[in-house]
């Protein structure tokens, strides 16, 4: 048993697909297994972190330790009018307004991190350049 003191993870994740929200579940279930205090930021829905968020079959073995929600603009995302398909142009587009924003968002969430007493960060979300 660990007699380390817990620490407060912020994980920005992705919102580039499921597949990057399984696999921060997967990173945030072990942590919280450990004890520790973990924040998702994400601009992804909180369905896909269901197994780590709130009480259910899936998550029981978490014992009332769960991570935290919390609903940001962390990367541009793409449009896709379809799963196999992406617009260019709108994709562009996105990217343009989100790098016109993001001084502003890092300000912003260097403040959150301050203020929530976050001690580490965890990030899959690049264009915010951690």
């Given at each position: 048993m660990s007699t380390s003191k817990p620490t407060h993870f912020a994980f920005y994740v992705s919102s580039h697909g499921f597949g990057h929200c399984t696999?921060?579940?997967?990173?945030?279930?072990?942590?919280?297994?450990?004890?520790?205090?973990?924040?998702?930021?994400?601009?992804?829905?909180?369905g896909p972190f269901t197994a780590v968020?709130?009480?259910?079959?899936?998550?029981?073995?978490?014992?009332?330790?769960?991570?935290?929600?919390r609903k940001r603009d962390v990367d541009p995302g793409m449009v896709q009018p379809k799963a196999y398909d992406v617009a260019r142009q709108g994709t562009v587009d996105l990217l343009t307004g989100f790098m016109a924003r993001r001084k502003v968002t890092i300000k912003e969430e260097v403040d959150w991190i301050k203020a929530a007493g976050v001690e580490a960060v965890l990030s899959d979300a690049t264009f915010l350049g951690w």
């Open positions: 696999r921060a579940s997967a990173v945030t279930t072990a942590l919280l297994g450990g004890g520790h205090k973990v924040t998702l930021v994400t601009n992804a829905p909180p968020l709130e009480p259910s079959a899936t998550n029981a073995h978490l014992n009332g330790n769960y991570a935290a929600y």
